[in-house]
């Protein structure tokens, strides 16, 4: 079975995979600090495309497509529409919290409490708030990259038609909308992934 995406926890003592597929589905791994042995924590497995490789799979996709239409003459990307990208991250959001719950039931939201139940009342509007500024985050992130980079365009060619906009054409191409299509969808696994590892980060 070979992992489709994979992507290391920012505080590095996870790794998740997503697999397509037969079996598929979404696994967590804890990482040894010192041997870097992996060692399974949880997987919500499934047969064929499971629906967690499917929404990234095609976030993926939609991100990336979404954001190459922006350099064809004329055309805007809907990514460069904070519409879109609110949509998108709306769903990414229920999506992930919807997986948690299948996987941990109503334990799930236990996470929000944090760890010292004299704290929890505090923590949980912390949690709450952390947790709601995540597809504001990821909304505004790639809604504020494609816009300034069609705003740039657009400025260099009202002073000239040919030279640097093609070059700023081509860094968007070569670097900008791969960068955002990879954050977008790696910040997507990151959160699946904690979804689905609740029971053991919290």
């Known amino acids: 079975m070979q992992p489709a995406f994979f992507v290391i926890h920012p505080d590095g003592r996870h790794l998740y995979t997503c697999n397509s597929g037969s079996p598929g589905g979404i696994s967590s791994y804890a990482i040894d600090p010192k041997t870097a042995h ?8 499934s047969g064929g495309d499971e629906p967690s490789y499917v929404c990234l799979d095609n976030t993926a996709r939609f991100i990336l497509v979404a954001n190459y239409i922006g350099l064809f003459p004329g055309m805007m990307a809907p ?15 229920v999506f992930y919290e919807c997986v948690g719950v299948s ?23 912390m949690e709450i708030i952390s ?28 002073f000239v038609a040919i030279g640097l906009p093609v070059v700023w054409m ?15 969808s790696l910040l997507t696994m990151v959160y699946l992934g904690g979804a689905i590892a609740a029971d053991d980060e919290h």
Do not use: C
Request: aromatic share 14%.
């Open 38 to 45: 992996l060692t399974l924590v949880n997987r919500v497995p």
């Open 131 to 158: 947790e709601l500024a995540r597809p504001f985050s990821l909304a505004i992130r790639l809604f504020a990259n494609i816009m300034g980079g069609e705003m740039i365009i657009k400025l260099l060619f009202s």
């Open 103 to 125: 996987r941990h039931g109503f334990k799930y939201f236990k996470r929000f409490l944090g760890p010292i139940p004299i704290m929890a009342p505090m923590m949980f509007i």
């Open 170 to 184: 081509l860094w968007d191409s070569l670097i900008t909308i791969p960068i955002q299509t990879f954050i977008f």
């Open 79 to 93: 990514t460069s529409n904070l519409n879109t990208t609110a949509a998108w991250a709306i769903v990414v959001f």
